[in-house]
């Protein structure tokens, strides 16, 4: 479970969460739906641990696990994968190179043996498949020249591989065409599990046709206001955020 | 994918400068200072012939009228010439004859170093393990050459210089200052009276050097300076590979390292040049370290010759390097990758002349420069064609990374063309470590030191894949190791 109580974020010296409190139970998909400059994006960040977005008050834990007094790495590590709206290109680095990197620094963290080039290999195969992702897109420089669409592949493909316990998908339907949106979804939705939670932040109902979530959570102005089913993700994409403007203010 | 790791292993392991040991030897030192009779002295230890004290003579003489160059974009409390030893040795009767007769604590010192010179020793016998034989210069000595033997069968002379002066005068004598000569600038000159020794290498016609030839070499007495000259020639249709790896002890004062490397490729002949110079850079505070001035010059003599300078510079306080090819046979071919990575109170001031005199020569120079700390990295190339050079073609590509915001990065391409057939491109970048690329790696599970690891490590890789392999994975834990601390 992943538990947030009363989050207070700010970036430079302007607070953007505002004593926001939100729960995902194992295995449930919420949503996090708000209008621009809301903060969505701000609390994957903050829960990511991203330098500058200091926490000001409240708290985060994950299984009981405090969050916010771990490293970044350290939060990868113990389960927490946030896909990136913009995803960052790594001159240099093949795909591949990153991926085993990244794959074996947090299975060292754990405590785990390093996987295998063979095994890590045969599973990128079976999971680059699913994705639609050439293999040779793999041995490129990470992200480097990719479409807006391979690139959000690219980020479902780590997911996959790294095996998170948590995640928090960042406007991940941004840049997609129809296709890739499907193609997206699919390798989203095959990671659901009673093990996993997951955190859809989106500003469009469409997503959520694809990735069905159990709640949505409607976030204005650095907290939720109104939190309910899949329906009211239906309600916003046919009345708009204007009568919560007034909520929060 | 196996390098990455092992550089962040050894970067969780290594804390300073790897080196920084002392070895404690029984060493002969010529008296401090430098004048004629030194010059003398150090040749008469050699058993040189004539016409070398003559030239180093010539050299003492005009190097006594020259000024030290301030061009260069470094700044450096200069050296007191007549406070340094010109000649330190360790101490020992006639040439070693084989491993056994050199001083343990040496060999312990190469051990420390990763040259596991017994090895390739026993390697030796061993059909189709990996070769590399070995050149040993520990100050101002080379202490052994391995795989002598071997390289004889082939024809290939791989020996010390102060040998190849004694057993093969005329190849020197023909060849010695013909691409550097004596008065070429101010720290040539000063080599060219004192040099003690450094590595030749002469490959035969048609006869492909049969494995990788190195040359290690160690400054370890103190106010010493070393003076090394190397000397590479490639007979026509020859190729052969040679890889320079160099360190020093960790010391308060500054050590001045003035070595001279001239290449010569005649007829189709082709050489492979790298060095992985790892020299201690002196402290954080900029205190100490290695002034590395040093001259490295290829003539490309023959016809459809190629000269490939790859360098991986990660140490020393202050760097004066600029490693160039002559171009003088037509369709001959240049090339120069560069590493440079300073971090620190570190100064680089480093890059290539490609000079091109021939027809239809062409040349290509792969730039890659990482500041961190408050380290200065300046890149200067020139590239010229002579009016005789038509169709003369020059690509230069110029990248800059750096990382926090107080270091410094400069480019200074020189571009002169007496020719309108000649085509060359300039292209250079220069960006920062971005922040966002560092969180994103580290979303993904990777410390911040991994992090900047797999960065840079990324930022340099066309320039590593020119390295041979072994030496390839050493440079990329290099570069990582010279970074540690960078960020943060």
Redesign the interface.
Known sequence: MLSIQNLTVAVDTKTILNGLTLAVPNGEVHAIMGPNGAGKSTLGYAL????NYSVTGGTATFNGEDLLDK???E???AGL??S?QY???????PA???L???????RK?RGED?VS?PDFLRRVREVAKSLKIDMDMLKR?LNVGFSGGEKKRMEVL?MAM?EPKFLILDETDSGLDIDALKVVSDGVNALRSSDRGMLVITHYQRLLDHIKPDKVHVLVAGRIVKSGGPELALELEARGYDEYLGVAA | MAAVKETIDTVAKLETYEHGFVTDIEMEFAPKGLNADIVRFISAKKNEPAWMLEMRLAAFERWLTMEEPDWAKVNYTRVNYQDLYYYAAPRKKAGPKSLDEIDPEILKTYEKLGIPLKEQMVLAGVEGAPKYAVDAVFDSVSVITTFKDELKKSGVIFCSISEALREHPDLVRQYLGSVVPVSDNYFAALNAAVFSDGSFVYVPPGVRCPMELSTYFRINAENTGQFERTLIIADKGAYVSYLEGCTAPQRDENQLHAAVVELVALEDANIKYSTVQNWYPGDAEGKGGIYNFVTKRADCRGARSKVSWTQVETGSAVTWKYPSCILRGDDSVGEFYSIAVTNGAQQADTGTKMIHLGKNTRSRIISKGVSAGRSSNTYRGLVSAHAKATGARNFTQCDSLLIGKTCAAHTVPYVEADTAKAQFEHEATTTRLSEDQLFYAMQRGLSQEEAVALLVNGFVRDVLQELPMEFAVEAQKLVAISLEGSVG
Not at chain 1, 87 to 93: A, D, H, N, T, Y
Request: aromatic content about 8%; overall charge positive; charged content about 15%.
């Open positions: 990511a641990g991203r330098p490293g970044v790495h939060r990868a590590a994968y946030l990136f995803p960052l290109e790594i001159p240099g680095v591949l190179t990153f085993r990197t990244a794959l074996n620094a947090q963290l390093e080039a420089p780590q790294l």
